[in-house]
């Protein structure tokens, strides 16, 4: 049932805090004192339309809150639950809306979408008016007006838990057949990677190979200078202590980029 409702600048309501008991509450007064303000900030709090005329002039919003104590299994727990939010005590229900007209929506201080909101005000509220036979009316309601006037909760709640272990089982069951087919991909991977690696042959020290014959063909023109200078070095006619040290000189600038090639010659010419 309904136990409270705090308004807060909605219309002409600047503040204000209602508590009702149990039994029924009689909301009186004349024409214009306020009495379809305080049911269209209800209908706020459940649901409604957001209307930024709503919001009290000069006021940056208006915010409504309706507080609700519910009996163990009450739809809005189930509501609730489906969305993960905790439900410990109350329902209370909150609804802002904003001077341009945006608004959002709470339930038990979770945001929650006013779809959701107008779910569980229907599980919470039932408005009749003169010509609105909507709580009969309404298909949504036959099925759980049936179960109860037969005393079927137990058997209903027993299906639910049912249809909720079926529920994650399937999960369970559509993930595992997800990470199944994940795993036999990754397996085609690597056996095609196996296969690519017993093609190439891959030798011990091939890598360090590689990588010297690499160093070698990027520096290769100046080792190709280095030598042909060397070359000039010992050809010239100014004494072979001059020339071999020429020759030293112009092969020691390259030497690590030929990796091992160059040591040989390096050795004759020390």
């Known amino acids: 049932m309904l136990t409270g409702l705090t308004i807060r600048d909605v219309v002409l309501i600047d503040r204000l805090d209602l508590a009702f008991g149990p039994g029924l509450a009689v909301l009186t007064g004349e024409t214009g004192a306020g009495k379809s303000i305080l049911l ?68 038990n201080d979770e945001p929650v979408n006013v779809a959701t909101l107008k779910r569980l005000g229907e599980t919470l509220v039932e408005i009749q008016g003169q010509f609105d036979q909507r709580g009969l009316m309404d298909p949504a309601t036959h099925r759980d007006t049936l179960d109860e006037y037969g005393g079927h909760g137990p058997l209903q709640a027993a299906i639910r838990n049912a249809h909720r272990s079926w529920s994650d089982a399937r999960a369970a069951h559509q993930r595992a057949r997800e990470e199944l087919e994940r795993a036999r991909t990754e397996e085609d991977l690597l056996r095609h990677n196996v296969e690519e690696l017993d093609a190439a042959q891959p030798e011990d020290g091939e890598e360090t190979r590689l990588a010297q014959d690499r160093t070698i063909l990027a520096n290769a023109a100046q080792i190709l200078e280095a030598m042909n200078t060397a070359v000039g070095a010992l050809q010239n006619e100014h004494g072979a202590d001059r020339a071999v040290a020429g020759a030293q000189r112009s092969l020691e600038r390259v030497r690590d980029r030929a990796g091992d090639k160059l040591d040989v010659v390096l050795e004759g010419l020390e």
């Open 40 to 107: 269209d900030a209800l209908g706020l709090a459940l649901g409604a339309r957001a209307d930024s005329g709503l919001v009290r002039n000069g006021a940056k919003q208006a915010v409504v809150t309706a507080s609700f104590d519910v009996p163990e299994g009450h739809g809005s727990s189930e509501i609730l639950e489906e969305m993960g939010i905790e439900v410990d005590g109350p329902v209370i229900l909150r609804r802002v809306v904003t001077a341009d007209g945006r608004s959002r929506a709470f339930a």
